[in-house]
């Protein structure tokens, strides 16, 4: 063992070939090291392909917790041919190239340590069947790498059992495999390497899942019972989860599930259905992704102006158009803050990871039944596909469902006048019945074109332009109600912050810990939904420079930001007319002097005209 | 006609059914669809239906997409919810609204143009599922709302109210119906009430798919050369002014014919549609017969009406989705949320 | 006559049943007027109704061109009962009242002059069919009116002559009728009102049009050749236009035409199909409104990325959802701007009267063209389907439609090395090739998924991201190509300004005059496209307080401003990172010190942190 | 199977059509289908098909939706313009496209996800308007780029890769095309290159919509309990590793049978089809026939393969239209630019 040994803290890297078996064997890789108590990160980077195209799998080890991705490998397990260029010059300085040495290569570079396994040969010895010599070459892999860095083997055989519990035979020929390749270290290589791992105890109440499991499980803990969707990476394995899960936990004595898990023919009918199902009073949802969004989005125009709870996880993918369906970004804000034409807006939740997306799944279905519009869920494919170690799920047992504003029968016959869309509360959020509630009662008719109190059809411009303040009104409600910015003071006195959402967290706090060890304080908000709350409003009004990490082009956050706070944008004075009539210039004259006439230092701008007319 | 309230006053000597309520209170808001159109005879059947069958309105859910047919769920059954959706999607929204309660009656009214075109998808993935739901095309060959263009429902050889040809062959909904596997598929026309209504009551009653595809005649749909002179007038009128505003008050055609008949009808636009009434020996639950003499007529020029084709045996969607018999809905949170030993349980297999 | 006579300045109002024919009459009397010389326009307000709903028309006179909408009526031609109520309450004291006196009735309101015209009765009198009855009532009240504000009858039989000229009879039967009104009032009624009308001189070089037949004809001038559609009101007229024009002067020798209009089956497919004909080099457009938008934003989307030129004409009615269809709203302007998920922006231009529209309509092929990207026409109804006094059409003969980058064969032999999206001249924008151009060079793979210069699959981010910038940099390039605002200063001096876009554009010039009458100046900007030209920039940056008038709740072009005009929110630094793989936290900590290093002022903000970690 | 480019060295001895070009002028890029995806053998039949009709690439255009099938435009025909536009969607854009040229070859390409699910009524109305395509569907009953979901051509009994059913039934494209009147319709196997290379040219040479329904095993497609032992022991892996991510090489399937004879072949998953060909004497010229026989061998489990219908007087879309002679997209601007003089007119009219 050399003297440089260090230990927990580096990024291991895996270059495969998809289809041939190596995805689940490198999560059972990230897996080991985290039952060993190491902080790890695990990130897969896959093609949009099922079989014969490059793939990559990373894991960051670190004790110290920086985990957030890094570019620079330290030990690179190059399994693909067709890669190994590219692959070997991301290993760093002094780090270590690990590749199939059955056919002898000559890398060209002297800088680092590369270590040659016959894997091929290795397997072609020990197996016969075609098929089982492919796959077993991922876990002779993982046998050698288990001596080279230092996983612990009594772990890797614990989980291993885990696994193929009910199949010993699929177990002990696992184990044959991992010994092959430990076998050939023990006997033709120098190990440990320096960069190693060795057992840690950050991991007690820790948890290691993916965000789509975790929103899954999350719709199952909601109580959600109508899922319908259409697949499309990365939002699929969401629907997946839920599906597991309710129908294992779900399953009623006569057979039948207490839950709808159904397909549809696209995303247009996914959102339809699951609108019809809230609308009748069942907690339903839908998933997808880039698309899918903007193919919902006629649908999301109607839910919000009908008033109807509606949750959709977005799990965001490379846009735009088709664009990088097994990447990760972060470009649809804007598209769901503003989906559908004409004039609306819709609630968004912003999860950081997959404990995160765990609750907000659950919280999801109360805000939209709270407020009766749109949920949207928007995660990402870096927090809905790979494993992440987060704290574990919690319960409260003493928690309830909220249902929102729901007449039942008794308090329909207690009503003096039911309608629909009425502001009873004041807070913009009317109430609304639930289909055979009531023989007499609380039937109305749910419409997309524009509506009175009670539902009725109207083309009067003036109740239209009513309906469209207390959408505004109910919105607003949902400032105070909605997660609340996550604010880190790291200086009182300085006037910079920093202001991100989503899966750069992790980034955001390693990058924070750097700066504050050079004696520079930023101050970090992290925003959690939108509408935003007043407290964002004020770190803005805080903070003389703030920076805006955001995972897309177009800085969709900040035009988010500055859309909604007025104070960023004073000197912009808004004059709207949307009652459907064309403009009367009286209106407009009304408006400017009123302006004129409150607004002192507006009054001292005031100039002649050049020709008075 | 009129956006005018209509009058409450119920009279006392109204007959009623078992329910002990009136026609009137199956009624919805006053139609405001053109004096003539089809649709409205079509509401008035669904009235006569629901009422005959002395069925619970709280306990139907109406659901339609848009276009002066889809107008209509709101003019019959003030007692339900009634969902006017988005055009063409109605079966989407109906079959989550059936997701989540299998107990209700779901009637979707829709048009030819919400069917044939924008909905098609929708239409056919509906049918394949077995969506128990009783589904009314309330068909007229044209595009009503958006004034008059032609539909993917039209034969090819009619003509628009501008006197273009309509360039494409028709889509028969009744023959795609059958042919996707819909459990109960019929044919009818707006002004044959007294084979119209049987036809809905028996369509409320199957548990599946069921479609009525309704023939129903467009008031607007008014550009034959050879109707009366006064009429021609209004058209060259209307022609001259650039623009279709005078629709003329017409009265509802009514059709009466008997079994094993055929009727010629005259609609609105001086065209006339030959109806073939099925006869009381055929055996709608013969699939094949079904295609068969849906294609046989058709090449005839002529349309067939009746109960074209019923499975007795088909799944429903629930059944084959294999839901609790209790709705969705009606299931309490408690018994949905696994709670926290099942949690604790799923934190272990995270480790 | 009265002495307190004026002359053209009057509101005239209609209100009829609609499908009674009245639309037409009504039409024909503000054609009448314009005929006399006299400034008017025409706001027709109907139901989403066929037959039997209320429906109004209002003509505003006015011999100063103020023409912008004006509440409180002078002239209320009333036939219909359902609405006298609130038809009556409309008229302005000493304001006239005419209604059908069939069937009398007391109005109680003395401040106004009621006139009964026993209409119906003069009708069954005069035809014995009741359709001519129901129609005829139309032209009675036209010759009635005729008397009472002085419209001259001249100017009425040569517009008669002209709309019926080919049909005597019905020439014949139209004069019989107004003869029945205007006897009814010479016999019976004191006239002319007060407020009338008299011939004058203003509308030299004027016509009389509405948008939806003038961007119609200009597909036609921009040789537009496939026009597919879903219809919608209020968007089915313009291709209607299209239609009528392209059949009658596009016809062959053989009874074919060079032109083909495409009813879709939805709006998914209308784009589509618009989108494809483009690619394949005719010039190809689609008309829409609110819905249409939303189901087109998947395929707005692919265009954008795959850079396929397209127009799109946005005839914007009152939203969300279905909304109010016949209505106008100025409400689709960030979900145009933004139309699709993903880093998208699309390039809109604002048409401020039919005039414009024409134009607009030729030169958004060229746009399109020229940029390889949508181009979205955001008209409304307002201008869409009424009728507007404007300017004549011109046509400069030495106009060349610009074809944009397209290699042609030759072009292609000279080229060295053709890539599709190689950003050859620096503007961001590449070179195109239409299929069949050569045997051997120039095909290339079109893809909505991200590609390389070449047009080839790509999942490399780095390749991503440079082909978002490109894009970014083609649309920068837009932003002087596009038109230009027009700005009017009213004021050096003033640091007020007023910006506006679309069809408001009347009512702030009448704003405009009538504050300049009371001594203040405000200087005024219409914009005419985005992305923003750097005239809007300065504009903005020139004025203290700017007023924004738009038709919509949500304030959308402040927000595309405040959006696009970084000046605005100085105080927020983007940090962006959009190539699909998960943030750095050295990404991060590189930008932040960017920032800090070079930036004095920031530099100054630091302070140090709490603890240092 | 691999991203590396295809080395450009032609042999010179390879046999060349009429002209001058040989096969490889004909191919596209590598696939990176799995080994033994059936999409890939109907790459190579269209590569095949266009090298002996000797087609001039440059005059084809390649569109295609999203899918693992919409991918393989991009396999074949290097010199003509591909375009792989959105999921479902192809039909629009290829009639955008044929309407701008008439002129070229349209070679469509799908998935049955692609065509049955989210493109079904786009499909359904291309066909109505008789597109000039040779619409070609790689239907493999799943979902393939997302892993293995049914598709809505899947047959009801059959399971997928978890095991689980099939809940709904099967749409058969074919028939649903004849009945919308398609004026082509073929099925085939992809491993019957001798009855599909034929129908291929013969679909190209057709002026109208063409349909080819090519059954296209998928090699994920693989879960069925009846396999080979080392074969059940990947699938139970797969399973204890919670996903599946080994996908073991396969060879493409391949099947020779004759007409008027029948052939079980095996699928990759172990279960069988049987593929019926039509005889000789079979004429696809009657719609009743072809709708009939459809209908008979599904109902006996089988699938028929060949020529099932050929409406050799359908109209074509342009006929319709009425659209010029010349393609719309090769009419000079001037010749389509009105100019001042009807300008002055059109001003007139609008006073
Ligand atoms: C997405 C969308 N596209 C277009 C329209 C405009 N539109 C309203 S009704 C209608 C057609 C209705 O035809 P049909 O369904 O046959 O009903 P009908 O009026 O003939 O009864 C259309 C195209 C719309 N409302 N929404
Ligand atoms: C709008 C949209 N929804 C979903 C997807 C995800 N998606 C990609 S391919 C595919 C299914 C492909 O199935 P099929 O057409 O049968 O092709 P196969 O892969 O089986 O050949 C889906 C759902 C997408 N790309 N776009
Ligand atoms: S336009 Fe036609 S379909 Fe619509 S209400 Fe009038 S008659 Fe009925
Ligand atoms: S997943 Fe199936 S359809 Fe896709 S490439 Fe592989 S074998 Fe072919
Ligand atoms: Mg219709
Ligand atoms: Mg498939």
């Known amino acids: 063992m050399s003297n440089n040994s260090s230990y927990n803290e580096l990024v291991l890297k895996f270059a495969n070939v998809n289809g041939s078996g190596s995805a689940s064997a490198n999560t059972f890789c990230a897996k080991a090291l985290f039952r060993m108590g190491i902080p790890v990160s695990a990130k897969n980077i896959f093609p949009s392909n099922i079989q014969g195209l490059p793939t990559w799998y990373e894991i960051k080890i670190s004790e110290s917790e920086q985990l957030a991705r890094r570019d620079g490998i330290d030990v690179m397990v190059a399994m693909n041919a067709q890669t190994y260029e590219q692959d070997i010059n991301e290993v760093l300085e002094n780090g270590t190239f690990i590749y199939d040495s059955s056919l002898l290569r000559d890398f060209k570079r002297d800088d680092i340590n590369i270590i040659g396994i016959p894997i091929a040969k290795l397997c072609a010895d020990a197996y016969t069947d075609s098929r089982q010599r492919q796959l077993f070459k991922n876990i002779v892999y993982l046998g050698s790498l288990s001596l080279l860095i230092g996983i612990d083997f009594d772990v890797i055989k614990q989980l291993l059992s885990d696994q193929f519990g009910s199949k010993p035979k699929l177990y002990d020929q696992n184990i044959k495999a991992l010994e092959i390749g430990r076998q050939y270290v023990k006997e033709n290589i120098k190990y440990p390497l320096e960069k190693q791992v060795r057992k840690s105890n950050k991991n007690t109440n820790k948890i290691m899942i993916n965000g789509n499991e975790a929103a899954g499980l999350g719709a199952v803990y909601a109580g959600a019972t109508v899922a319908s969707w259409y697949p499309i990476t990365p939002s699929t394995s969401l629907v997946e989860s839920f599906e597991k899960h309710a129908m294992k936990l779900r399953k009623n004595e006569d057979g039948t599930f207490n839950a709808a898990i159904m397909q549809a023919e696209d995303e247009l009918s996914a959102v339809g259905m699951a609108i019809g199902a809230n609308w009748n009073g069942a907690r339903a949802f839908t998933a997808t992704s880039g698309p899918g969004i903007s193919l919902m989005s006629e649908f999301i125009g109607l839910a919000y102006f009908a008033e109807i709870p509606l949750v959709l996880f977005n799990i965001q993918r490379g846009g735009p158009s088709t664009g990088m369906p097994t990447r990760t970004q972060q470009s649809d804000v804007l598209s769901c803050a503003y989906a559908s034409h004409g004039d609306t807006k819709q609630v968004l939740l912003f999860p950081a990871d997959p404990n995160e997306c765990f609750y907000f799944a659950i919280e999801s279905f109360d805000y ?246 | 006609m009129t956006f005018i309230k209509k009058p409450i006053f119920r009279h006392p000597s109204l007959p009623k059914n078992d329910l002990g309520l009136t026609y009137r209170d199956y009624e919805g808001l006053v139609s405001t669809l053109c004096a003539g159109c089809g649709h409205d005879s079509i509401t008035a059947s669904i009235v006569q239906s629901c009422y005959d069958l002395s069925l619970p309105a709280h306990k139907i859910a109406k659901l339609s997409g848009i276009g002066c047919s889809s107008k209509t769920t709101n003019y019959f059954l003030n007692q339900s919810h009634g969902f006017n959706t988005v055009h063409g999607r109605m079966p989407s929204v109906a079959t989550g609204a059936n997701l989540a309660n299998r107990d209700l009656i779901y009637i979707g009214v829709s048009g030819d143009g919400d069917t044939a075109s924008i909905g098609l998808g929708q239409y056919c993935h509906a049918i394949r599922r077995q969506l128990n739901v009783t589904y009314i095309v309330e068909n007229n060959g044209t595009y009503g709302l958006t004034k008059g263009q032609f539909s993917a429902t039209n034969d090819k ?136 003499i849906l294609r046989k007529y058709r090449g005839e020029g002529k349309v067939v009406t009746g109960l074209l084709y019923i499975n007795e045996d088909a799944n429903e969607m629930h059944e084959t989705l294999k839901t609790s018999t209790t709705p969705l809905n009606a299931i309490p949170m408690n018994d949905l949320c696994p709670g926290i030993d099942e949690l604790d349980k799923l934190n272990k297999s995270y480790t």
Not at chain 1, 480 to 487: A, G, R, V
Not at chain 2, 228 to 241: F, G, L, P, Q, V
């Open chain 2, 157 to 292: 050889k009619s003509k628009n109210k501008k006197g273009a040809d309509n360039p494409f062959g028709a889509i028969d909904l009744a023959l795609m119906a059958i042919e996707l596997g819909a459990g109960f598929v019929a044919r009818s026309f707006s002004g044959d009430k007294e084979q119209l209504v049987p036809l809905i009551k028996k369509a409320i009653a199957y548990n599946g798919f069921s479609l009525i595809d309704v023939i129903s005649p467009c008031v607007t749909f008014n550009n034959h050369p050879h109707s009366t002179k006064s009429y021609d007038y209004i058209r060259e009128h209307n022609t001259a002014m650039g623009e279709l505003d005078f629709v003329p008050e017409k009265e509802n055609i009514q059709a009466k014919y008997s079994e094993g008949e055929s009727v010629d009808v005259t609609l609105h636009d001086g065209n006339s549609i030959n109806l073939q009434k099925l006869d009381g020996n055929y055996d709608p639950r013969d699939q094949d017969k079904a295609v068969s």
């Open chain 1, 368 to 613: 939209a039944e709270r407020l009766q519009t749109p949920v949207i869920v928007l995660s990402d494919l870096d927090i809905g596909m790979n494993d992440w170690v987060v704290d574990k799920l919690e319960w409260d047992p003493n928690y309830k469902h909220d249902r929102g504003k729901v007449l039942n029968s008794k308090e329909l016959e207690n009503a003096k006048d039911f309608g629909r869309y009425k502001d009873v509360d004041g807070d913009g959020i009317p109430y609304r019945t639930i289909p055979a509630t009531h023989p007499e009662l609380g039937a109305y008719f749910t419409r997309g074109t524009s509506h009175n109190e009670y539902g009725g059809y109207t083309e009067n411009g003036v109740i239209h332009a009513k309906t469209l303040d207390r959408l505004e009104k109910k919105f607003d409600t949902g400032k105070s109600l909605l997660p609340q910015p996550e604010i880190i003071i790291n200086s009182p006195k300085t006037k910079i912050g920093i202001i991100n959402f989503g899966s750069t967290t992790k980034a955001i706090n390693e990058t924070l810990n750097h700066l504050s060890s050079k004696g520079i304080g930023i101050n970090h908000m992290r925003i959690r939904a939108f509408p935003f709350s007043k407290k964002i409003d004020n770190f803005i009004n805080e903070h003389e420079v703030i920076f805006i990490v955001e995972q897309n082009r177009d800085a969709q956050m900040k035009k988010l930001l500055v859309n909604e706070i007025d104070s960023i944008s004073s000197k912009l004075l808004s004059i709207l007319n949307y009652d459907g009539m064309p403009l009367t210039a009286q209106f407009l004259i009304d408006k400017i002097s009123e302006h004129l006439e409150e607004d002192i230092d507006i009054n001292q701008l005031i100039a002649p005209p050049i020709k008075i007319v």
